[in-house]
């Protein structure tokens, strides 16, 4: 089992933090030693770890529980016990970006000004994909838009389409941001955008050019019709809301 070697950071830099706020100052030196080594190392003991970094037992408690709430950290006890770095899955840093959300509250219309351009580029990106399994089912997902004629369908092929879109493009941060701000946005009081009842047609017009362009392999096309067939959509009921 790999074991971290403690000099990394040095417990100096701890020591040259500790006008600002000890405890902070040991859960970034914590976080360093633990990026710096494959999940599963041993980071060291409870003791071990308040020795070489030189601070108390009650301040490394306390930095450990802010690296477990990040998922970062990992605390074992008994035989081959000590605090074990760790990952933290998709779900929980979602998770922290939502809580940073929410602690520094942005409006629903901000999220959804966001999401909208991230839609745009993440079409673009779908237009370099060669993978022809996804290609055929990008297809598939042309062939059906047709048949969405209630709340429920539009919101599955929504949602299926967005997933499709991510497996073709493959950027963890850039579905992340995506997700995240989808979901603030569309938890928010007032959240909903689309009226199917008033705009299907022209949802289902849209929604054929951006995959037609994304089939063609057409960058510049795929951008241009995810801004004007969802951005301007979105802008378009944002600004009616105002009013």
């Known amino acids: 089992m790999p074991i971290i070697a403690t000099d990394l950071p040095t417990q100096a830099k701890v020591r040259r933090r500790r006008g600002s706020n000890l405890v902070a100052a040991t859960t970034q030196t914590l976080r360093e030693r633990i ?35 990040e998922g970062l950290l990992e605390v074992r006890r008994g035989p081959g016990g000590g605090y074990y770095g760790a990952r933290p899955d998709d779900a929980s840093l979602e998770r922290a970006f939502d809580a940073y959300l929410r602690v520094h509250p942005a409006t629903y219309e901000e999220a959804l000004d966001i999401t909208s351009l991230l839609f745009n580029e993440l079409a673009a990106a779908a237009a370099r994909c060669e993978d022809p399994d996804l290609l055929r089912d990008m297809r598939a997902m042309g062939d059906r838009v047709e048949s969405c004629m209630t709340d429920s369908d539009l919101g599955t092929f929504e949602f299926e389409f967005q997933e499709l879109l991510f497996r073709m493009v493959r950027r963890p941060l850039f579905e992340m941001l995506t997700r995240v701000t989808l979901h603030y946005a569309t938890s928010r009081p007032g959240a909903p955008v689309h009226a199917p009842g008033h705009d299907l047609a022209q949802w289902k017009a849209g929604r054929r050019r951006i995959i037609t362009a994304i089939l063609a392999r057409d960058v510049a096309l795929a951008r241009f019709e995810a801004d004007r067939s969802n951005r301007a959509v979105i802008l378009r009921h944002l600004k009616a809301a105002r009013d």
């Open 35 to 69: 990026f710096a080594a494959p999940p599963g190392t041993l980071i060291g003991s409870l003791h071990a770890l308040a020795r070489s970094l030189e601070v108390g037992i009650v301040t490394l408690q306390q930095a450990a529980r802010v690296l477990e709430h």
